[in-house]
């Protein structure tokens, strides 16, 4: 059985933000986005990478927020209409096995633990190490190549 299981970011926070207009979306240091490519735009609220012609926003998220030395943010995409996808234990959508992933494994308190990059055929193998240790509480995954925040792997 696999000791992970992958999880989109909740769509409701973001549900508005796609009626604002342009100025209004600046405000929030977002700005709206077609994708012009089937590869490129990866949706943090699906874990799929958006269709050509799909509105996105691309705006800054705060990914671990947290009293920790390590509380981040960066900027992601959330495509309009997403829902929360929320993956079978073990289960790695092309999302994440078609890029290098940077994976950094937390204890309870946000302290990191450690970490690798893989190419995401490999993915599922470092996480089952990761989880290995009983300390692991989860895992953040960033696309390698640019940094960003790609989604969280919770014990199964």
Do not use: K, W
Not at 22 to 31: F, G, K, Q
Not at 137 to 147: E, F, I, K, T
């Amino acid at each position: 059985m696999a000791s992970f299981q992958l999880l989109g970011i909740r769509h409701e926070p973001f549900a508005n933000l796609f009626e604002l207009g342009d100025e209004e979306l600046a405000r929030h240091h977002a700005i709206r986005v077609i994708a012009d490519t089937g590869f490129g735009f990866p949706c943090r609220i699906s874990l799929r990478d958006a269709d050509i012609g799909d509105e996105l926003l691309l705006l800054p998220y705060q990914h671990l927020d947290t009293d920790s030395p390590y509380r981040s943010s960066g900027p992601i995409f959330v495509r309009r209409g997403a829902t929360r996808c929320v993956l079978q234990p073990g289960e790695i959508p092309p999302y994440v096995s078609q890029r290098t992933m940077s994976l950094r494994a937390y204890d309870a308190r946000h302290r990191m633990l450690g970490g690798d990059i893989v190419e995401g055929s490999r993915v599922s193998g470092a996480l089952d190490a990761l989880f290995d240790d009983p300390a692991t509480s989860y895992v953040q995954l960033h696309n390698a190549g640019r940094g960003c925040f790609s989604c969280v792997a919770r014990r199964a």
